[in-house]
């Protein structure tokens, strides 16, 4: 993970350490398995870079075709195409240009998938009695998405994690990420309390510490 990462930051210290010890607290009361990740983004979006890119380029190769070479297409093209490369990394650092070309439901499907990636690769789905929930914060999209196993849909359905999720975006929205999400994650460690309850022989089968990548 590179050090300047905005995911690895995004979090102080303190809240890093506030949110740990909600995962702890949280699990202390059941047989369920709760992980934090934060990503930078979900996807590249490379055709906004290119989309973007294209018409920037275009847009400025015409005006010294037509100050200096008669609007002449053969001209166009080559300077159009010179220009190409500069204006698509340009969509590419530039973040606010870039998502403003993509679509509402681009970017809820994007961080739907990169969650569900998630959630597998880290192993939630392999939690004691399929419990495990992962509360996934993609910064690029603003976008939250609250995962759950098998083991726990049977008792808490999608439309509740997703306000949990809502609760969790609306507080990074107000600029309070750490509140929002640690009162997101105890009241789901409320519900888990009460229909997966922990048992002398649980274990923390997951680390509570933030993930990032």
């Known amino acids: 993970m590179k050090s300047h990462s905005r995911a690895h ?9 506030r ?17 934090v990740m934060v990503v930078d983004s979900s996807d590249h979006y490379k055709e906004a870079e ?7 380029a275009g847009v400025a190769a015409l005006i010294p075709t037509v100050a200096y070479f008669h609007a002449s297409v053969w001209s166009f093209i080559p300077i159009g195409f010179l220009l ?3 204006a698509r990394m340009l969509f590419a650092r ?10 509402r439901r681009r970017m809820e499907h994007a961080v739907r998938l990169r969650a569900m990636r998630a959630f597998y690769e880290r192993g939630l789905h392999r939690t004691r009695e399929n419990t495990g929930v992962l509360f996934f914060l993609s910064l690029l999209e603003r976008r939250v998405w609250v995962l759950a196993d098998s083991g726990i849909h049977s008792k808490i359905k999608q439309e509740t994690l997703d306000r949990f999720a809502k ?19 105890r009241e789901a460690g409320d519900l888990l309390a009460k229909y997966f309850p922990s048992t002398p022989d649980d274990t923390n089968e997951l680390p509570n510490e933030i993930i990032t990548g």
């Open 84 to 86: 190409f490369f500069p």
């Open 19 to 35: 949110i740990k010890e909600t995962t702890a607290d949280v699990e202390s009361r059941t047989i369920g398995e709760v992980a």
């Open 94 to 103: 530039v973040l606010f240009l870039k998502t403003a070309l993509v679509g």
């Open 167 to 185: 609760m969790v975006s609306t507080g990074i929205r107000e600029g309070r990420a750490c509140d929002a999400l640690c009162e997101a994650m």
């Open 9 to 17: 930051t995004f979090f102080s210290k303190e809240e890093r350490e």
């Open 50 to 56: 290119v989309t973007g890119g294209a018409v920037l």
